[in-house]
T-cell receptor, first 110, second 113 residues
Framework: GQNIDQPTEMTATEGAIVQINCTYQ??????LFWYQQHAGEAPTFLSY????GLEEKGRFSSFLSRSKGYSYLLLKELQMKDSASYLC???????????FGKGTTLSVSS | DVKVTQSSRYLVKRTGEKVFLECVQD?????MFWYRQDPGLGLRLIYF???????EKGDIPEGYSVSREKKERFSLILESASTNQTSMYLC????????????FGEGSRLTVL
């Protein structure tokens, strides 16, 4: 089976940097995704990691360590609009579906 | 622009009613998924389908069934709705045999009284 852990809530201030961690245990690893979900809206894709290392995309970066079963999402130069839930997800063993963590709600204040 | 459309944003049903939630995608995606999202529990996979007439159980299939008669349409069926099925239901699709990025619909909020 799979188990995914991420903090429930985080707070930060505008302009700061925040790191959202995700640890996972899977019976077979096929890739890890990060999604952003604003309140009342559908989740939208942020990043995908399948190899170890850092993937940078503008203000957002995602890191993966397969040996440690660990990923993080790094948000730089935080803006108020970054207030949202951030969902970590891994593929199931067959690679046919995504299994999600419970999500981290990030609140950005001025 | 990619589009996943769920037929109803809000539904209110009574216990024991049969409920259909419809989802249509216009991206010619092979894979379609139904999740439910509850506070404190996150997104949980109910059923998915990787081809027409094919279906696979997710983590919480009990009390649900699905139908995929056409590639673009994936229906979630609650044969006899119960109050513990009050939830936000999210449909998603993805391209290819190995599931990649998911595209989600706006969600259907179901209340069972």
């Amino acid at each position: 089976g799979q188990n995914i852990d991420q903090p429930t809530e985080m707070t930060a201030t505008e302009g700061a940097i925040v790191q959202i961690n995700c640890t996972y245990q899977t019976s077979g690893f096929n890739g890890l995704f990060w999604y952003q979900q604003h309140a009342g809206e559908a989740p939208t894709f942020l990043s995908y990691n399948v190899l170890d290392g850092l993937e940078e995309k503008g203000r957002f970066s995602s890191f993966l360590s397969r040996s440690k079963g660990y990923s993080y999402l790094l948000l730089k130069e935080l803006q108020m609009k970054d207030s949202a839930s951030y969902l970590c997800a891994v593929k199931n063993q067959a690679g046919t579906a995504l299994i999600f963590g419970k999500g981290t709600t990030l609140s950005v204040s001025s | 622009d990619v589009k996943v459309t769920q037929s109803s944003r809000y539904l209110v049903k009574r216990t024991g009613e049969k409920v259909f939630l419809e989802c249509v995608q216009d991206m010619d995606h092979e894979n379609m998924f139904w999740y439910r999202q509850d506070p404190g529990l996150g997104l949980r996979l109910i059923y998915f389908s990787y081809d027409v007439k094919m279906k696979e159980k997710g983590d919480i299939p009990e009390g649900y069934s699905v139908s995929r008669e056409k590639k673009e349409r994936f229906s979630l069926i609650l044969e006899s709705a119960s109050t513990n099925q009050t939830s936000m239901y999210l449909c998603a699709s993805s391209l290819g045999q190995n599931t990649g990025e998911l595209f989600f619909g706006e969600g259907s909020r179901l209340t069972v009284l």
